[in-house]
């Protein structure tokens, strides 16, 4: 479960300090069977913004509970009409020199899989095969009664329709595709329902305080059981549903790795954590390893 947004997390004195060493990252990579780990770090270069990072949207905006979206009509208004306008940007976001190094590495045959707390489709995007969306993807819709799934941008498309004219100027974006406005710039925005049933729309992510899914939590657990190693790539772990990964790989006596310019609630866990920009970082590494990084990014229409 992602714990609420309201709860914070604050760095003890005696982790251990983060290091611009590269080498424990590199030999990880050259040995193979490396889990990737990544969360809202690795999305800010390609302008999503992250929760907890410097200038994170958590100091300003509280994400949407799961319990506030089914239980108020209003809740569901203002929501849609953040997110509605924010997919705009969203959508349009393409994947950085971050993602293209993960997705060189899986191509080499390095990784063991990748697990994204992130729901922007990034990794795909860059040409990683089999990611899990340990939190979902903001590119499907569920229908909450019917359970049926849809696309978000035919869902885009039927909104534009029912809501001629919306155009405001959000102050600021955030890293689950939602757009700050204010009650009167939502106003009488219009939701619509499920084209099957009438039911209910709810974006086909984990909203704070939801449940991952078990099968996904057990995929994920076999994955970091099959791994040599555990790669955490822009993730504070403040919430349990990544922090479990790297408890779960310590306690099997597997290496984890941090790269995060902040210090994580999993450096106590870790061989290393290296405090590098991320698209720095894993753009020397894979210089380190002579792979060359495609710079083609996929159609995510």
Known sequence: MRMRPTLSWTPAEDLPPGTTDLGPVTGALSTGRVLVLSGAGISTESGIPDYRGEGGSLSRHTPMTYQDFTASAQARRRYWARSHLGWRTFGRALPNAGHR??????????????????????????????????????????????????????????????????????????????????????????????????????????????????????????????????????????????????????????????????PTRGDRHAVARVALPLGTALTTVAGHLGIPLDGAAADRG
């Open 101 to 262: 190094a993960v997705a060189a590495f899986g191509r080499r045959g390095l990784l063991a899989g990748v697990i994204t707390q992130n729901v922007d489709g990034l990794h795909q995007a860059a040409g990683s095969e089999g990611v899990v969306e340990l939190h979902g993807s903001l590119a499907r819709v569920v229908c909450l009664s019917c359970g049926t799934f849809s696309s978000r941008r035919e869902l885009a498309r039927r909104m534009e329709e029912a809501n001629e004219g919306f155009e405001p100027v959000a102050a600021a974006m955030n890293p689950d595709g939602d757009a700050d406005l204010t009650d009167g710039q939502v106003g009488d925005f219009r939701v619509v329902p499920c084209a099957g049933c009438g039911g209910i729309l709810k974006p086909d992510v984990v909203f704070f305080g939801e449940a991952v899914p078990p099968r996904r939590v057990e995929h994920c657990r076999a994955l970091v059981g099959a791994a040599s190693s555990l790669l955490v790539l822009g993730s504070s772990l403040t919430v349990m549903s990544g922090l479990r990964f790297v408890r779960q790989a310590a306690e099997a006596g597997k290496p984890v790795l941090i790269v995060n310019r902040d």
